[in-house]
Nanobody, 132 residues
Framework: EVQLQASGGGLVQAGGSLRLSCLISGSGFSFDDYVIGWFRQAPGKEREVSSCISSSDRSTYYTDAVKGRFTISSDHAKNTVYLQMNSLKPDDTAVYYC???????????????????????WGQGTQVTVSS
């Protein structure tokens, strides 16, 4: 069983930056076997994927909404995945969740299909609020 703990959310002005962290724990967890993703859910909207990372093929995936502004990375020594968010916009306001799933596929294949295939383990959300 994999556990994820997200942190780093907060209130920031438009144009500002935040870095989210996702600490991953659980027996048998290996970055090489998982796709890790950051998802977000804005008020009144469905949860959507933002970015994913997979170590098996060293790939990352970003949706068009965050591409060029967000950067996902992982620190294997700390069992942590980060989401660096720059040039934040009010539309980025949402609860952000990290999630993980065991898969042989890389992030570029799995992440666009995560809504259909699902993610096995979810952390609690962290609120990001961007003021205009």
């Amino acid at each position: 069983e994999v556990q994820l703990q997200a942190s780093g959310g907060g209130l920031v002005q438009a144009g500002g930056s935040l870095r989210l962290s996702c600490l991953i724990s659980g027996s048998g967890f290996s970055f090489d076997d998982y796709v890790i993703g950051w998802f977000r859910q804005a008020p009144g909207k469905e949860r959507e994927v933002s970015s994913c990372i997979s170590s098996s093929d060293r790939s990352t995936y970003y949706t068009d909404a965050v591409k060029g502004r967000f950067t996902i990375s992982s620190d294997h020594a700390k069992n942590t995945v980060y989401l660096q968010m720059n040039s934040l916009k009010p539309d980025d306001t949402a609860v952000y969740y990290c999630a993980a799933t065991l898969t042989r596929y890389g992030s570029k294949w799995y992440c666009p299909r995560a809504h259909s295939f699902g993610m096995k383990s979810w952390g609690q959300g962290t609120q990001v609020t961007v003021s205009s």
